[in-house]
C-alpha cells in the first residue's frame, strides 16, 4: 500500500493551492480517504475525508467553503483544493486511507490504517 501526497510549497494568504494524494496497493472502493495537517506544536488534525462512493464527505469547521476535495477513480488520486488560504493553514498535511467498512469517526486519526508522507504547506502573511 502507498499514498504520496504532493502539491505542497510557499503561497501568500489568500491565494490558493491544490493537494494530491496518488494511491495504490488497495482497492479504492474499500477506502474512506482523508487528509489531515499538523501544525508545528500542535496536533494532528482531521481536515476532510471523503467514502469511496463521494456521498459522504467532511470537512472541519476551519476549511469549510474554502477546501473542496474530490476524488478519481480512473487515476486514484485524490485531491485537496485549498482557496482563500490562511496563515493558520500551515503545516504538513498528509493523505490517509481508513477501511470503508468500519470506520466510524471520519476525523480521528485512528481511524486510518494507511497513511503517506506529508507534503508542507506554507501560508505567508
Known amino acids: 500500500v502507498q499514498l504520496q501526497a504532493s502539491g505542497g510549497g510557499f503561497v501568500q494568504a489568500g491565494e490558493s493551492m491544490k493537494l494530491s494524494c496518488k494511491y495504490s496497493g488497495f482497492a479504492p472502493d474499500s477506502y474512506y480517504m482523508g487528509w489531515f495537517r499538523q501544525a508545528p506544536g500542535k496536533e494532528r488534525e482531521g481536515v476532510s475525508g471523503?467514502?469511496?462512493?463521494?456521498?459522504?464527505?467532511y470537512y472541519t469547521r476551519s476549511v469549510k467553503g474554502r477546501f473542496t476535495i474530490s476524488r478519481d477513480f480512473d487515476v486514484t488520486t485524490v485531491y485537496l483544493q485549498m482557496n482563500s488560504l490562511k496563515p493558520e493553514d500551515t503545516g504538513v498535511y498528509y493523505c490517509?486511507?481508513?477501511?470503508?467498512?468500519?470506520?466510524?469517526?471520519?476525523?480521528?486519526?485512528?481511524?486510518?490504517?494507511?497513511w503517506g508522507h506529508g507534503t508542507l504547506v506554507t501560508v505567508s502573511s
Open positions: 490517509a486511507a481508513a477501511n470503508s467498512w468500519t470506520i466510524v469517526k471520519t476525523e480521528e486519526a485512528y481511524e486510518y490504517e494507511h
Open positions: 471523503i467514502s469511496s462512493s463521494g456521498d459522504n464527505i
